[in-house]
């Protein structure tokens, strides 16, 4: 069993060259995200894939995909900054003591 690799990308005149090079340079073809990443966010859909089956996978990430990218509970679970979406909430920022209180004079 092997691994099947798509790239959307339009016009190439060399498919062999081009994925040798996305290969080789460690980064996702447009949005230079790291390849690494990608590809194990690309594993955790074959996860959910294997773990519903087919159909079932497809009609629940449709209905997940009604939502929006940042909705969708598949994304979120193989992590939204792995797959490229800018979805992760903002850091909470961590509460500063006020100043103390000083007594009345
Ligand atoms: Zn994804």
Request: glycine fraction near 8%; avoid cysteine; charged fraction near 40%.
């Given at each position: 069993m092997g691994d099947i690799f798509m790239v959307n990308e339009d016009?190439?005149?060399?498919p062999d060259q081009r994925l040798a090079e996305i290969i080789q340079s460690g980064?996702?073809?447009?949005?230079?995200?790291?390849l690494d990443r990608l590809l194990h966010h690309e594993e955790r859909h074959s996860q959910q894939w294997a773990r519903a089956g087919h159909a079932w996978f497809i009609a629940q990430y449709g209905f997940e995909a009604l939502g929006g990218e940042c909705l969708n509970r598949f994304e979120e679970d193989a992590g939204f900054s792995d797959g490229g979406y800018d979805c992760d909430p903002a850091p909470v920022p961590t509460p500063t003591p006020g100043p103390s209180p000083t007594p009345p004079g």
């Open positions: 016009d190439l005149d060399n980064q996702r073809p447009e949005g230079n995200l790291d």
